[in-house]
């Protein structure tokens, strides 16, 4: 019995030392061929337009794959030029309402600070002058050592952006020498599609032909439901910011509805990363009806978005509400921002695996069944 327990542990051991090794070298792998995997990715999302192209247009495979490419690229520089178009409109615009509304705002926060904080600095100055010399020591050490923590901490956060701006520059090659290479080999994967599968198929054994199509078509399916449920997500933030600026009269209401569904994308900051600044500087303004009509938008952008997401997320994935709000959730403790990414596309990944029945045969494997 003892000879059993002892072969499931080694096999149980061989299984687990498989999948780490297996997952280091993928992504070791990954950090150099990454503009590879980019463009296979590509070649797939193109590849239902280009065999329609060639089978209806009766284009060479080549023929079809390079219009398909120039369309693809046509459609994002055309989008790029008009939303660049409309965003120079409007920031053009508040390049100049932005200076009077500033001026505005500093001779509120003058008028603030002589009304308001003048007063309670005399008061304090006074109680301050009643204190025993020790007692005014011990606050005077108190306010060096706040004031030069801040300036500390704002000494290293200027530091750190000025030390990422050579980073930031070297690496605009990079991003060009990327863009190049992934245009190239989606040229020549998605021209040579149904060879690579051939060769792919033959390959790979059976069993694990059968189970991989499997987990490929469920992952294929989750990609584009996880861009599609992205994409909505965005319109649904913008449509509802549009037309909430509409109704408050908002000048360039569209510039900005972009801009705010465009900062949907980072749920780490989200819209507020426009609202909060906006809705503070409106109150200080004195503008409070607007505000609070600002302050209105935000909730119900908020709202919707952490009640359709998980929604949309599973119905478009495929997955139940429940365990995708659990996924959001534990990817975001544990990874933060990249979580809320990671975390849907794990429970992907976990599902697919158990509808291929790839749990099951690793169990059986353990215990020293044969798989089916």
Do not use: C
């Amino acid at each position: 019995m003892s000879r059993v327990y002892v072969d499931r542990f080694l096999r149980f051991f061989l299984v687990i030392a498989a999948v780490a090794l297996g997952a280091i070298a993928m992504y070791y792998i990954a950090t150099v061929t990454y503009p590879f995997i980019i463009a296979f990715f590509i070649a797939m999302i193109i590849n239902p337009l280009v065999d329609a192209l060639e089978r209806k247009a009766k284009m060479p495979r080549w023929l079809a794959v390079s219009v398909t490419l120039i369309m693809l690229f046509a459609a994002v520089a055309g989008l790029v030029t008009l939303l660049v178009a409309e965003i120079v409109s409007g920031t053009q615009y508040l390049a100049r309402v932005v200076p009077e509304k500033f001026q505005a705002l500093i001779t509120y926060m003058e008028t603030f600070v002589a009304d308001q904080i003048i007063p309670i600095y005399k008061d304090l100055a006074g109680m301050f002058k009643s204190l025993s010399a020790a007692q005014q020591d011990t606050i005077m050490q108190n306010i060096q050592a706040v004031g030069k923590k801040i300036g500390t901490t704002v000494g290293e956060f200027v530091q750190s952006i000025l030390q990422n701006i050579p980073q930031l520059l070297a690496w605009l090659p990079n991003a060009a020498t990327v863009f190049i290479f992934s245009l190239l080999a989606t040229f020549f994967i998605s021209k040579d599609w149904h060879r690579l599968m051939r060769m792919a198929q033959q390959w790979l054994p059976t069993k694990a032909r059968t189970s991989g199509k499997t987990v490929f078509l469920d992952l294929k399916r989750a990609l584009f439901g996880f861009i599609k449920a992205q994409a909505t997500l965005i319109s649904i933030t913008t449509v509802i910011v549009l037309i909430g600026l509409l109704i408050l009269r908002v000048d360039y209401a569209i510039t900005i509805a972009l801009i705010i569904g465009f900062v949907d994308l980072l749920p780490y900051l989200g819209t507020g990363i426009v609202f909060v600044p906006w809705i503070i500087y409106t109150m200080a303004s004195g503008d409070i009806p607007f505000a609070i009509g600002l302050g209105v938008l935000y909730v119900v952008v908020l709202v919707q978005r952490q009640i359709m997401e998980p929604k949309v997320l599973s119905s478009t994935i495929g997955l139940d509400p429940l365990a995708t709000l659990i996924a959001l959730f534990v990817g975001f403790k544990l990874l933060g921002f990249l979580g809320l990414i990671a975390g849907p596309v794990a429970l992907v990944i976990i599902r697919t695996l158990h509808s291929a029945n790839v749990f099951r045969d690793l169990w059986r494997f353990i215990i020293g069944k044969p798989t089916t």
